[in-house]
Structures are given as C-alpha cells and as structure tokens.
C-alpha cells in the first residue's frame, strides 16, 4: 500500500527553527509536495521537491532524499503565524496525490 | 477575484437530505477536484475531472455524484446524506492532469449532518 508519515504534532518557540518530517512508500514518484494549511482553511502550497537536495525559499526550506523515502520542511525565524497545519504530498506513477495526515505545528511565545 | 471559489462555505443539512456544492474556477485550469476532509485531517481524492471529463473516480458511494458542465465548474451532488458524510469539502485545480505542478484549492465546504 501507499503510505506517508509525518508527526501528528510539534511546538516550537517564536524565533526557532522547527524542521517536520516526513517519509513516504509510494508506487512511483513524481514529486513531494509541501502545503500549509491554517485553521479553518484550505492548504496552501509551500514547495515541490523532485530532485535531491535542498529547495530554499525565504524561511521555509525543502529537503528530499528519493534513495531514502524522506523529505522535511524546515522553518527558521518562527512567527506566530507559522502555526498550521503542515501535509506533505507525494505524487506516484499515477500523477495521484497521496496525502499524509499533516503536522499540526503550536508555536508559543 | 478568487481563482477557486465554492458555495456553500457552511451546510447544515439532515439525514437523508440531498445537497450539491458548487466550485468554479477562474484560473484556465483544465483539471479539477474534489476532495475530502474528514476530522482527522486526512485529505482523500473523491474525484478529478479533465476538460470534462472524468479520469479519477476513488471509491466512494454512488451517493455522490460529480458533474462538470464545462471545464470551469465541477459540481458535487450528494443523495441521501449519512452522518458519516460531515467532514469539509475542497474543490481544487490544476493546470492540467499529470501536471506536477501545484494544486490551487478553495475554501472548502463545510457539511455537517445532524
């Protein structure tokens, strides 16, 4: 079966750096996918991965390793407003989105 | 002007009822939507609609039917709601089927059966 996982939750402190996990057993891969997704909310998209290494942009950075199944999303400088939900997505053969639970980040003062 | 925009946000319904939220979206899209949010936060595919036509179809009951009049709108239409049903409905697009590219969600309906 398909399968992704990632903690069902995190709490960090205003100013930290948070890095959230995610692992993955997909039938195929055609790219991971980070979506925040606030309260109430619909996700929003973050960042794509499908090749090696590290994707940066602004505080938020997207690492893969396809060898591995795994992938995180790393915060720095956190604000009150970085508190979501976080769901890592990955795409199989199918161009099917395979959604894992989502991390839901407390970020306190 | 929103790219993705569904109607109702908010649907309080009885059992057995029968309910349709719409979508629509603004963006050129050729692929659409429908997903499930149950209370647990998992997100399900339920649907996806390709220029009009259907190219993903999960196991759902029949009670729920999808119709894309054109490749703008894709439509949801429930028969005969369960309790089982309550959870919040995202419509979203895509550029196009197969595209690695982003997915653009709206709002979401939320369904809750009393």
């Known amino acids: 079966g398909q399968n992704i996982d990632q903690p069902t939750e995190m709490t960090a402190t205003e100013g930290a750096i948070v890095q959230i996990n995610c692992t993955y057993q997909?039938?195929?891969?055609?790219?991971l996918f980070w979506y925040q997704q606030h309260a109430g909310e619909a996700p929003t998209f973050l960042s794509y991965n499908v090749l090696d290494g590290l994707e940066e942009k602004g505080r938020f950075s997207s690492f893969l390793s396809r060898s591995k199944g795994y992938s995180y999303l790393l915060l720095k400088e956190l604000q009150m407003k970085d508190s979501a939900s976080y769901l890592c997505a990955v795409m199989d053969s199918n161009y099917q989105l395979i959604w894992g639970a989502g991390t839901k980040l407390i970020i306190k003062p | 002007d929103t790219a993705v925009s569904q109607t109702p946000k908010y649907l309080v319904t009885q059992m057995g009822n029968d309910k349709s939220i719409k979508c629509e979206q603004n963006?050129?899209?050729?692929?659409m939507y429908w997903y499930k949010q149950d209370s647990k936060k998992f997100l399900k595919i339920m649907f996806s609609y390709n220029n009009k036509e259907l190219i993903i179809n999960e196991t759902v009951p029949n009670r729920f039917s999808p119709k894309s009049p054109d490749k703008a709108h894709l439509n949801l239409h429930i028969n005969s709601l369960e309790l089982g049903d309550s959870a919040v409905y995202f419509c979203a697009s895509s550029p196009r089927a197969g595209d690695t590219g982003e997915l653009f969600f709206g709002e979401g309906s939320r369904l809750t059966v009393l």
């Open positions: 997909t039938s195929g891969f055609n790219g």
């Open positions: 963006l050129g899209h050729d692929t």
